[in-house]
T-cell receptor, first 111, second 114 residues
Framework: GNSVTQMEGPVTLSEEAFLTINCTYTATGYPSLFWYVQYPGEGLQLLLK?????DKGSNKGFEATYRKETTSFHLEKGSVQVSDSAVYFCALTAAGNKLTFGGGTRVLVKP | EAQVTQNPRYLITVTGKKLTVTCSQNMNHEYMSWYRQDPGLGLRQIYY???????DKGDVPEGYKVSRKEKRNFPLILESPSPNQTSLYFCASSPWTGVGNEQFFGPGTRLTVL
């Protein structure tokens, strides 16, 4: 079956530091890849997505590139802010709308 | 405002007492789904619905029921809750089925079963 593996947290950073969250996947066919973000006390919001190999998704300074050869979709941001503190989920859909999620990575940015 | 709403947001109950968590979306979406979120496991799909009167099991359907009588509503029913159903539940909707579509999530319902 399909699966998503992402680095465990928590990840603690200082403001303006570089953030990377690793995500790798296993899927049949040609999945679409997503990063969702969950701010404290809220539901999940789509952060960015990529639907085919070599696509780069970007939003709010975050980027992730769909790497089929390494089955990866790592999330990066060059300079984090306190407001980026949240839980980040890597996910995929490979057939229909069913989302398969990774375990989530909590990020804490300190001033 | 386009949104997915869930009620209640917080619920504490006892083993065996039937409960319903409501979910409603105002975006005329065809696809709706329920997930549960547990630490370290991410979100796992419980049930989904591709349209009115069409529902199907997800990865963890045991102990849950759903119905889709109207397009906008997709309630989650726990006929006889047990402590292992203590979790954070999310309802989500999407305009249509297919790979690559964004899903819109509700704010979550935190359920505790004693």
């Amino acid at each position: 079956g399909n699966s998503v593996t992402q680095m465990e947290g928590p990840v603690t950073l200082s403001e303006e530091a570089f953030l990377t969250i690793n995500c790798t996947y296993t899927a049949t066919g040609y999945p679409s890849l997503f990063w969702y973000v969950q701010y404290p006390g809220e539901g999940l919001q789509l952060l960015l997505k990529a639907t085919k190999a070599d696509d780069k998704g970007s939003n709010k300074g975050f980027e992730a590139t769909y790497r089929k050869e390494t089955t990866s979709f790592h999330l990066e941001k060059g300079s984090v802010q306190v407001s980026d503190s949240a839980v980040y989920f890597c996910a995929l859909t490979a057939a229909g709308n069913k989302l398969t999620f990774g375990g989530g990575t909590r990020v804490l940015v300190k001033p | 405002e386009a949104q997915v709403t869930q009620n209640p947001r917080y619920l504490i109950t006892v083993t065996g007492k039937k409960l319903t968590v409501t979910c409603s979306q105002n975006m005329n979406h065809e696809y709706m789904s329920w997930y549960r979120q547990d630490p370290g496991l991410g979100l796992r799909q419980i049930y989904y619905s591709m349209n009115v009167e069409v529902t199907d099991k997800g990865d963890v359907p045991e102990g849950y029921k759903v119905s889709r009588k109207e397009k906008r509503n997709f309630p989650l029913i726990l006929e006889s809750p047990s402590p292992n159903q203590t979790s954070l539940y999310f309802c989500a909707s999407s305009p249509w089925t297919g790979v690559g579509n964004e899903q819109f999530f509700g704010p979550g319902t935190r359920l505790t079963v004693l």
